[in-house]
């Protein structure tokens, strides 16, 4: 099956400073990458759609200058979480579109990265 | 717009017991469902989907669910559960379109804690 990584997996850094999160596909290209957010005991918040080669689409209420999104090639995404307040403590998983064939309509299986659990102090 | 409604934050049941976690959704189009299990800071796994064709889905792990259009539910059951199903169980629906330019968004619901004890 497809597999997608995160790296890295835990983070701690100081309020202030700036993180950035890879995600990879690592058997099959992806020119479209999601961003989640997850805080304890909640569901998956979409933050933004990543796109290859062109600007990433946020969702409404997500600041696209706090959180940067880079998909540099298609195989990694890139999240940078920019002037890390302790309110951006969060787990953040990333997945990834494998297109099937579905019963009526063709679709996406998304394929999750482990995620990254990041804390600032 | 569609929505994925998990009425059970918690669940609590003792190990070999069976278990039915719950999923209804409201769409105005079809949708593809799914549900996904996630361990404690892990990623989430595919459980098992549904596209088209027999309304009972079986996934991995023993888990099956099954689709009931009228009542617009995709519940999820298991008749044993184990210590190692201790976990959160999403539901998700894709909705399909005519056209398949972009890709799909999955919508998630909140999520059930499955908490199994001995």
């Known amino acids: 099956g497809a597999v997608v990584s995160q790296h890295p997996s835990r983070v701690i850094c100081k309020s202030g400073t700036s993180v950035k999160i890879e995600c990879r596909s690592l058997?099959?290209?992806?020119?479209?990458m999601f961003w989640y957010r997850q805080f304890p005991k909640q569901s998956l918040m979409l933050m933004a759609t990543?796109?290859?080669?062109?600007?990433?689409?946020?969702e409404q209420g997500v600041e696209k200058d706090k959180f940067l999104i880079n998909h540099a090639s298609l195989t990694l995404s890139t999240l940078t979480v920019t002037s890390a307040h302790p309110e951006d403590s969060s787990f953040y998983i990333c997945?990834?579109?494998?297109?099937?064939?579905?019963?009526?309509?063709?679709?996406?299986?998304?394929?999750f990265g482990p995620g990254t659990r990041l804390t600032v102090l | 717009a569609q929505s994925v409604t998990q009425l059970d934050s918690q669940v609590p049941v003792f190990e070999e017991a069976p278990v039915e976690l719950r999923c209804n959704y409201s769409?105005?189009?079809?949708?593809?469902l799914f549900w996904y299990v996630q361990y404690p800071n892990q990623g989430l796994q595919l459980l098992l989907k549904?596209?088209?064709?027999?309304?009972l889905v079986k996934g991995i792990n023993g888990f099956e669910a099954e689709f009931n259009k009228s009542q617009t539910s995709f519940h999820l059951r298991k008749p044993s559960v184990h210590i190692s199903d201790t976990a959160e169980y999403f539901c998700?629906?894709?909705?399909?379109?005519?056209?398949?330019?972009?890709?799909?968004?999955?919508?998630f619901g909140t999520g059930t804690r499955l908490l199994v004890s001995p």
């Open positions: 998700a629906v894709i909705r399909l379109r005519r056209a398949n330019t972009g890709f799909q968004k999955l919508v």
């Open positions: 549904y596209l088209s064709g027999s309304t």
């Open positions: 990543s796109n290859e080669g062109s600007k990433a689409t946020y």
């Open positions: 997945s990834a579109p494998f297109r099937r064939e579905g019963g009526v309509s063709s679709y996406n299986e998304q394929f």
């Open positions: 058997d099959f290209q992806a020119t479209t």
């Open positions: 769409s105005s189009v079809s949708v593809y």
